[in-house]
């Protein structure tokens, strides 16, 4: 049971340059997540879906993009990187309970 | 700004010592829960506290929330070098509870 996953571990990027982030969970959760941590700082939203077929708005949206894919997959997209997204990158999946995160992705951007 | 708000945001202890840590929050909920960090880790959930529920123990773990005052605390006993950590708490929000967000979190320091 590999619970959420999450694709890349690490990432270098220019400003400007775009990439997405995966995330795919096996445990049949409805609702998936993805937050950025920032250094000494706590978790903030980006995007949620609370169910297959929608997505919504976090704290901070602004410069991404998101996919639910599937039940399974939920992607994160950066269209143009900019140094203040450097950060760390979380996925979490719950149904309504504990959120299970995946191991994080941590992205430079210079 | 955040849903959740904690104080302190670093509280230094002897191990053996009891470690409070509080979170507000700024509107209705249907759960809350608290998370464990360590340094450069991934988040371990430890509790979850129902909107209905006073007060909820696990282990040395106790939880306490007031939905009038919109607080919940997590208390610490006996603490371990080893819950050297930060601690955050995480509410659920929106039309459908679906919108989990986190507050700024404790810093927790045991001197051995």
């Known amino acids: 049971n590999a619970g959420v996953t999450q694709t890349p571990k690490f990432q270098v990027l220019k400003t400007g340059q775009s990439m997405t982030l995966q995330c795919a969970q096996d445990?049949?959760?409805?609702?998936m997540y993805w937050y950025r941590q920032d250094p000494g700082m706590g978790l903030r939203l980006i995007y949620y879906?609370?169910?297959?077929?929608?997505?919504d708005k976090g704290e901070v949206p602004n410069g991404y993009n998101v996919s639910r894919l599937n039940k399974r997959e939920f992607s994160l997209r950066l269209e143009s990187a900019a140094p203040s997204q450097t950060s760390v990158y979380f996925c979490?999946?719950?149904?309504?309970?504990?959120?299970?995160f995946g191991n994080g992705t941590r992205l430079t951007v210079t | 700004s955040q849903q959740g708000e904690e104080d302190p945001q670093a509280l230094s202890i002897q191990e053996g010592e009891n470690a409070t840590m509080n979170c507000s929050y700024k509107?209705?909920?249907?759960?809350l829960q608290w998370y464990r960090q360590n340094s450069g880790r991934g988040l371990v959930h430890l509790i979850l506290?129902?909107?209905?529920?006073r007060e909820k123990h696990s282990g040395r773990l106790r939880v306490t929330l007031d939905t009038s005052k919109k607080s919940s605390s997590l208390l610490i006993t006996a603490s371990r070098a080893a819950d050297t950590a930060s601690y955050f708490c995480?509410?659920?929000?929106?039309?459908?509870?679906?919108?989990?967000?986190f507050g700024t979190g404790t810093k927790l320091q045991v001197i051995p």
């Open positions: 879906s609370a169910s297959e077929g929608t997505t």
């Open positions: 445990m049949n959760h409805n609702s």
């Open positions: 995480a509410t659920d929000a929106g039309a459908s509870y679906q919108k989990v967000t």
């Open positions: 979490a999946s719950n149904f309504q309970g504990p959120l299970h």
């Open positions: 506290i129902r909107s209905n529920e």
């Open positions: 509107t209705s909920i249907n759960n």
